[in-house]
């Protein structure tokens, strides 16, 4: 990836340029943003500048290092990525260990820490001695959605970069330059993506905006054999990892009713494309039903990213919503 790839971070990019431009990059970065939008790739494309066999500040693509970068094997750019939940003290050590050796290939070693927050604090305590004392031309950066996660004493020896949400039309591309999703799907793809590119939209969009049609007409009728069905469903959602999408996108529909009910327009609907739908759904959830689900929603997938057994989960709710609806105009029902 080259620097003037990276789409829909101008600002950080601009920063990065200029530092190359003066021979300046700091010994410590931090790339604060939202999950999913190009701060390890960023990352990396500047490991690129910094090695490329060009040595002034841009990229071949071509040479060895880039090559290797690229292919994740060059041995001194290292991507530290959480083992389990957590970043371990053994894989900070084991960094450590090699940034105290002479780098074999780099003119600039780097070593990337995606999600940095998940440090666990030994592995942090062992990580702030390495910043304290950077090895030369090292180049560390730590990637976290925020700076309130990690200790102060680490932020405070780093030069904070921030990424911010994508615009639309990077998504777009982002998602637009891979395998030939639909329009339609696309579509779907950018607008349920909020800003952030995953990687996992590429792949399931076009499955995703199917069960969207499923649940879309349960909700419908609450009353009615569509919603008896969720339960069915819901077993095999929660076989997959579609019961994330699931919670997710209820999240955007129940958001959108309220925003609809709120009286405030349509074109910051997330399901614009199922605006219809969403005005026939006022009558059974209303703006104060619409949040008592939504509520329902993030009880959800708190307790099920907590283990509580998912399939469980997701029919409690599918009760708790038509219980909303039916309560919806005071209590009689
Ligand atoms: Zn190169």
């Not at 701060?39 to 910094?50: M, V």
């Not at 940095?116 to 180049?139: C, G, I, Q, S, W």
């Not at 329009?183 to 996992?200: K, N, P, S």
């Amino acid at each position: 990836m080259f620097l003037d790839a990276i789409v829909g971070q101008e600002a950080a990019v601009a920063a990065l340029r200029q530092m190359l431009a003066a021979g300046r990059v700091p010994s410590a970065l931090l790339f604060l943003g939202p999950h999913h939008v190009g701060k390890r790739t960023t990352a990396l494309a500047l490991a690129r500048a910094l090695n490329c066999r060009r040595n002034d500040g841009t990229a071949c693509g071509v040479c060895p290092a880039c090559r290797k970068i690229d292919a994740g094997v060059h041995p001194d750019v290292d991507v530290v990525v959480p083992d389990g939940q957590f970043i371990k003290i053994g894989q900070v050590r084991e960094v450590s260990n090699r940034l105290g050796l002479i780098p074999r290939e780099a003119r600039k070693r780097v070593v990337v820490l995606a999600r940095a927050e998940r440090m666990n604090p030994p592995a942090a305590h062992a990580f702030l001695k390495t910043l304290e004392e950077p090895p030369v031309d090292t180049l560390i950066v730590l990637c976290a959605a925020s700076a309130a996660e990690l200790f102060d004493t680490i932020t405070s020896r780093c030069l904070p970069l921030r990424f911010g949400l994508l615009p639309d039309p990077a998504v777009r591309s982002l998602l637009g330059d891979s395998n030939g999703l639909s329009a339609e799907v696309l579509e779907f793809a950018v607008r349920f993506a909020r800003g952030r590119a995953r990687q996992e939209l590429r792949e399931r969009a076009g499955q995703w905006l199917l069960i969207r049609e499923e649940l879309i007409a349960a909700l419908a009728r609450p009353e009615g054999q569509d919603f008896a069905e969720l339960t069915d469903k819901s077993a095999k959602w929660t076989a997959t990892e579609d019961w994330r999408f699931v919670l997710q996108w209820l999240e955007t529909w129940f958001r959108d009713l309220a925003v609809l009910g709120g009286g405030t327009g349509s074109a910051s609907l997330i399901n614009l494309d199922r605006e219809e739908a969403l005005w026939a759904a006022q009558g059974h959830f209303p703006p104060h039903v619409a949040e008592s689900c939504y509520r329902q929603v993030l009880a959800a997938r708190a307790g099920m990213l907590l283990n509580a057994n998912k399939a469980l989960a997701l029919d409690a709710l599918w009760m708790g919503c038509r219980e909303a609806v039916r309560n919806r105009t005071g209590g009689i029902l």
